[in-house]
């Protein structure tokens, strides 16, 4: 554990070096912004989820890639991701061979779409606000095995959201 978060914090340190060594003399405005998260990837030094059916407690929307259209005073904001697992398990249930074991599958699209309204503070630091569109669908499968009246079962789970969200935030430039 103390390795990971040493690589962590290496990661953070270089980030930030590299946003350190900026240029003052020319300013650009850029109107195409693409982005690539490291959500994900900072998420797995800090964060153990919980040990449902599933995998975790409850499902997170992943954005992996970005895309932000700079308009004058505000963006067009866009994020897609996707996430798939394969987990197998040891089977615990009753008449279960010693070594037999299950798969825990899940995977999920995510999609973001929406508009923020942006303030300069300074000229390194702004202030945002909007709204997004977050639509996500989601699938789960586990082959853990149950049975009713002589017939055998697993557990399937498909899901759809639909949500509107605020969005509000400083930003370091």
């Known amino acids: 554990m103390y390795i990971r978060s040493f690589i962590a914090a290496i990661a953070c340190i270089a980030a930030f070096g590299c946003n350190a060594q900026s240029d003052t003399t020319v300013h650009r405005h850029r109107r195409h912004e693409l982005g690539l998260e490291m959500t994900r990837f900072v998420r797995q030094f800090f964060y153990n989820p919980g040990a449902n059916e599933f995998g975790g407690d409850f499902y997170t929307p ?6 932000r259209y700079h308009l004058r005073r505000s963006n067009l904001r866009f994020g897609i991701g996707v996430d ?15 070594g037999e074991t299950y798969h825990v599958r899940s995977s999920s699209i995510s999609v973001r779409l ?3 309204r942006v303030q300069e503070i300074t ?9 997004d569109l977050r639509p996500a669908w989601v699938n789960n499968q ?4 149950y049975s009713n009246g002589g017939y055998r079962f697993s557990l399937q789970s498909t899901e759809e959201h639909w949500a509107v969200a605020p969005v509000a935030g400083v930003r370091f430039r």
């Open 62 to 67: 992943t954005y992996m890639f970005s895309y």
């Open 114 to 116: 929406g508009w923020e």
């Open 142 to 145: 586990s082959d853990w095995d």
């Open 84 to 98: 798939a697992s394969d987990v197998e398990r040891p089977a615990t249930w009753f008449n279960s061979l010693p």
């Open 123 to 131: 000229r390194k630091w702004q202030v945002f606000y909007g709204v």
